[in-house]
């Protein structure tokens, strides 16, 4: 993949861009908005690494302009700024998953793999069942030919589903995949999406596996 680093430290830019290399990634910078906007415009891009706090901007803002523009690459917040408003805030933006600052380099690479599966697996994936239609590489849902409106971390949540292709996925799972971190607030996180999902696609598209986690349809 070709994954670009937005970060103004050049000390965490070259550790982020060893361990991208070491996994066989091609790693592109920026240390800025402006410069990220242009790289993002100019290069092929497959994944994003995003500092929230950068010389002329706020990340998460940055995120929210590309994700009104259309840019549905996955996106990573890696920022030491990770009290819970601030990652409400990151997702609520549009981002695929948060880690903070400081980091383990291991938690990184494993964290950019599953963004990466789960981009490879929506690339071509299209589900119908009935009256709804999951289009994942355009992040477009429909109900009755009417558009449903899906939040960015209700996708992560269906993504990640749709990669077990009707395998059963523990909640332990989806908790350190979509929200990096099993506790009892992202618990009850899981809760709600997976109710507010039902709700606008139908009961019948997230499966309750008692004591083992969740599948997606039958």
Known sequence: MR???????????ALVGRALQSEGHAALFAASIAEADRVLGEEGVDLI???LALGDGWGAQWCKAIRTRGA?????????????????????AGADDFLAKPFAVAELRHRIRALGRRRGAARSTVIE??????????????????????????????????????????????????????????????????????KKLGAEWIRTVRGGGYALGE
């Open 3 to 13: 994954v670009l680093v937005v970060d103004d430290h050049p000390e965490l830019r």
């Open 72 to 92: 549905d690459v996955p996106l990573l917040i890696l920022s030491a700024h990770s009290a819970i408003e601030q990652r409400l805030e990151g997702f609520d």
């Open 129 to 198: 069942r009935g009256a709804v239609r999951l289009d994942f590489a355009a992040r477009r849902a429909t109900r009755h030919g009417d558009e449903c409106p899906i939040t960015a971390r209700e996708w992560s949540l269906l993504d990640r589903l749709a990669l077990a292709k009707g395998n059963v996925v523990s909640r332990g799972e989806l908790l350190e995949e979509v929200w990096g971190e099993d506790n009892e607030s992202s618990a009850r996180s899981l809760d709600v999406l997976v109710a507010r999902i039902r």
């Open 49 to 51: 690494v995003l500092d």
